[in-house]
């Protein structure tokens, strides 16, 4: 907090010394580094205004070939002695011409700067022109079509700029494409001329948005358009499925507008932006993307088929409004500084589940939130590598590794107990406060906590403080003293995991169990140890659950008389909660262990008829199968969870809980019958009764025989040909060597990852990795671990902000050995002076070997 308000005062002294000399530089002049570095985006700050550029890219239709471009860069220039720094991470043999103010000047390009001298700019607006071929590295180029994906710092990998959040401008983009190519940016269209089967499209004038939002797509999309409550919205998709088209055009279009108008009313703001658009990428680095005007998606996770649960049908919802609020939280208004990166995502995921709740009244908003972040969040926060959701950046090259579980699942959590602790009314007006001071601007946790201050009579300084500045999560105990039949006194206390004294303020509920009623009480967790008064002389309960209204955060203690007795509480909010302070409490080795935990969730798959709570009992079984159990004793127990699963299955309710049930048979089926059944209902594509299976999920079933070497001759080079869309094709042609039954072959496959060419698509490859990494495959694979772990240094450099962590877990989350534990911990010992922030991935991925060791053995 302190450098944001250091910025502030030094923001205000530069304002006195401009104004005594408007060529005085306030700033050291910031050295030419690898990178933006903070010091040289505050020098940037203070002497740049009024940004517009002008590109132009002359699209090829064959990706191999090289992609002329030209920009104009204008601006207003505060005078300064030091030369501008253009922003461009590509060769120097990249730049061709560079004129100034219509003048050309030598090219002087050093350490990923293109440098400009001071003596050809003047003070007020000035103008660069530059003749060069895109960088490649962003461009995400296929056979047939290409998109940008720019964030954090990639906008100069594609085309000089200044890339940095704050320095927010105007773009106005021409494309000249294949004559049938279509095309979207963050502007809408101009228009367009066509001569020599090329076509040239012309882009109106953005908005003022910071380079890593500048975005366009091109290539061969089929273009929809519709008009939902008054608003044009156009998509361009690549699906060729029928059904799913049919299915999921329309679902698409009305939860954007739906989500646009509720965050019209939350925030009282129109939609701040000129247009609406977006995309659907076949194999999307990330779920979506918020480019302002020309959202992108992964397109699997917006066509659904007839086989899609209810769960599939809310996250894709939850998808839809994450991206939509980030029109508003991001985009409308930017963070200063990718430290505060998390700011746009909290309020994004916190905005997305109001509007999943509004958009499905009939869902259960808090299982949804339970289910979907504390997972997720833990799965982190537990680790050895844990962060807080805010951290420190002095270089934007070190940007995307601060994304992850913290500020997407974490933050949201954090937010709804300040929601909670002020009220829902006092957040939603400081949030319409925030976003209308810095409309179209830039601003921090900082000045958003200064509004919220204002508004509350808590103090929201020192309550941040543990929540954004602090690693991990509290532990929970509590000490229940009885007299008589009744409770005499109920006391709960905290601490941190690593036994430090401090307090996570938050509130949550407990229950009281008894044979015929369950009583909820409050607890107010502002102190390291509270007593429960409301508690006191009532009679002594069956068991108590924990967090029960699944809103608190940290590791709660679970009741020994619980486990036995789960199917008998009727809130799947608890009994989710449940299932989660059981899960972690098993990772801790305290009260309960995996065979327990199997046994008991095995009986519930035929009781439990939540489909989100299914979920997350079946995630949790598969663990227990694959990663908590050692491998002499993992087929007594899956083919005990088969047989629990496929009845259950029989007797399921809905297609939805039925799917889910299926889907843990086919994880977690070891047994030779449970083999030859999945092999029968992939050959003869017969799905099982009230099951629905697709073109996906048999693909899904060839790769699941296939590591496990089921004896049929080319079975993979089968479900491949009777595939019929060419994006997915080319997926599981690039799986296959992966998933080979010649280990020379996979050996082959996992030296080709080295090629940085080969990992183009890192979802296929983090998809292939799992398959290699298999447990089934430890044995043959566990050699590939340190040359993967090698690789991280340039995973990180040349892959997008999910990549590394992505790379990881595929790798490492399998094994169970203490040998693999103990190569991690070499690895790092041996690298004393190693990236911190990718130590911190490495630690995080490597929990699950960590932990499984020293249960197991």
């Not at 963050?186 to 500048?214: C, H, M, W």
């Not at 509720?262 to 701040?272: A, R």
């Not at 999943?356 to 808090?366: I, M």
């Amino acid at each position: 907090m302190l450098k944001f308000i250091g910025y502030g005062l030094l923001g205000a002294f530069t304002v006195i010394l401009l104004s005594c000399s408007r060529k005085t530089s306030l700033l050291a002049p910031p050295p030419v580094e690898t990178g933006v570095s903070q010091v040289l985006a505050k020098h940037r700050r203070q002497t740049l205004s009024d940004l517009v550029y002008a590109l132009k890219f002359d699209i090829p239709e064959q990706k191999n070939q090289p992609i002329p471009a030209h920009e104009t860069i204008t601006f207003s220039w505060n005078a300064s002695a030091t030369p501008l720094q253009l922003d461009f991470k590509e060769e120097r043999t990249h730049l061709q011409t560079v004129s100034v103010n219509s003048v050309v000047v030598s090219i002087v390009f050093e350490h990923e700067h293109l440098l400009i001298p001071a003596k050809a700019l003047k003070p007020g607006k000035n103008q660069i022109d530059i003749d060069f071929t895109a960088g490649n590295l962003s461009l995400n180029r296929n056979d047939d079509y290409l998109y940008t994906l720019l964030v954090p710092d990639r906008a100069r990998t594609v085309f000089p700029c200044f890339d940095q959040p704050d320095l927010k401008a105007r773009f106005q983009l021409t494309l000249t494409i294949p004559d049938q190519w279509q095309a979207m940016t963050n502007a809408p269209q101009q228009d367009s001329t066509v001569a020599n089967q090329r076509k040239t499209l012309r882009f109106g004038l953005s908005e003022r948005i910071p380079t890593y939002l500048f975005s366009f797509v091109a290539g061969r999309f089929i273009p929809v358009t519709q008009v939902h409550k008054g608003r044009t919205m156009t998509l361009l998709h690549r699906e060729t499925d029928t059904t799913k088209i049919r299915l999921s055009i329309d679902p698409m279009f009305s939860l954007h507008a739906d989500a646009l108008q509720f965050l019209e009313g939350y925030t009282n703001i129109p939609y701040p932006f000129g247009k609406f658009g977006f995309a659907a990428i076949p194999d999307f680095q990330y779920g979506g993307m918020e480019h302002v005007g020309a959202v992108d998606y992964k397109a699997s996770s917006l066509f659904l088929d007839n086989g899609a649960t209810r769960d599939q049908k809310l996250s894709r919802a939850t998808l839809i409004a994450h991206e939509t609020a980030h029109m508003w939280f991001g985009d409308l208004v930017t963070m200063r500084w990718f430290d505060d990166v998390w700011l746009k995502e909290v309020f994004a995921n916190f905005m997305a589940d109001k509007i999943t709740e509004n958009s499905f009244p009939d869902a259960n908003y808090d299982l949804q939130f339970l289910v979907d972040h504390f997972p997720t969040a833990y799965a982190v926060d537990r680790t050895e590598g844990a962060n807080p959701i805010g951290q420190p950046l002095a270089n934007l090259q070190e940007a995307g590794t601060l994304y992850g579980g913290i500020i997407y699942h974490k933050a949201p959590i954090m937010m709804r107990q300040l929601e909670r602790l002020i009220g829902k009314d006092t957040l939603r007006d400081g949030l319409r406060e925030y976003l209308n001071t810095y409309a179209s601007d830039n601003a921090t946790w900082e000045d958003l906590i200064t509004i919220l201050d204002k508004r509350s009579a808590a103090d929201l300084r020192l309550w941040s403080r543990i929540w954004v500045n602090e690693t991990g999560r509290p532990v929970f105990t509590h000490q229940l003293e009885k007299e008589n039949g009744r409770i005499r006194r109920f006391t709960i206390a905290q601490m941190g995991e690593d036994g430090s004294r401090r307090v996570w303020p938050q509130a949550f509920e407990i229950a009281l169990v008894y044979a015929d009623r369950v009583e909820m009480i409050t607890v107010n967790m502002s102190q390291a140890t509270v007593d429960l008064p409301a508690a006191i002389g009532k009679s002594a309960p069956l068991f108590v659950v924990f967090n029960a209204s699944g809103q608190g955060y940290g590791r709660f203690p679970v009741d020994s008389a619980m486990l036995p007795n789960l199917a008998t509480l009727k809130d799947p909010v608890m009994r989710a909660a449940a299932y989660i302070s059981l899960y972690e409490n098993m990772l801790s080795k305290t009260g309960v262990s995996p065979s327990q935990l199997a046994s008991a969730y095995g009986a519930l798959l035929k009781t439990e008829h939540e489909e989100l709570t299914l979920r997350l009992l079946t995630s949790q079984l598969s663990d227990l199968v694959w990663t908590f159990t050692k491998p002499g004793e993992r087929l007594a127990l899956a083919a005990a969870i088969e047989q629990d699963a496929w009845q259950a299955m029989e007797v399921a309710e809905t297609p939805g809980l039925k799917k889910l049930l299926f889907r843990l048979y086919q994880q977690i089926a070891l047994s030779q019958g449970a083999k030859q059944r999945l092999y029968a209902i992939w050959k003869e594509q017969q799905a099982p009764r009230g099951v629905i299976l697709t073109e996906d999920d048999y693909t899904a079933l060839s790769l699941a025989l296939a590591v496990r070497d089921y004896p049929v001759r080319d079975l993979l080079d089968q479900q491949l040909a009777r595939i019929k869309n060419p994006d997915r094709k080319k997926r599981l042609a690039f799986m296959m060597p992966a998933l080979s039954t010649s280990v020379a072959e996979r050996d082959q496959f996992f030296a080709s990852l080295a090629t940085e060419a080969t990992r183009d698509h890192e979802a296929w490859v983090t998809a292939a990795l799992a398959y290699l990494h298999h447990p089934l495959r430890a044995e043959t694979s566990a050699k590939y671990l340190p040359k993967s772990l090698d690789l991280l240094e340039e995973i990180q450099r040349t892959g997008d902000i999910f990549f590394p962590e992505q790379w990881l877990r595929s790798t490492l989350s399998a094994y169970q050995t203490a040998d693999v534990a103990s190569l991690v911990r070499a690895f790092l010992a041996d690298r004393p002076g190693y990236n911190a922030r990718l130590k911190a991935k490495l630690l995080q991925a490597a929990d699950a070997p960590f932990r499984a060791s020293k249960i197991l053995y």
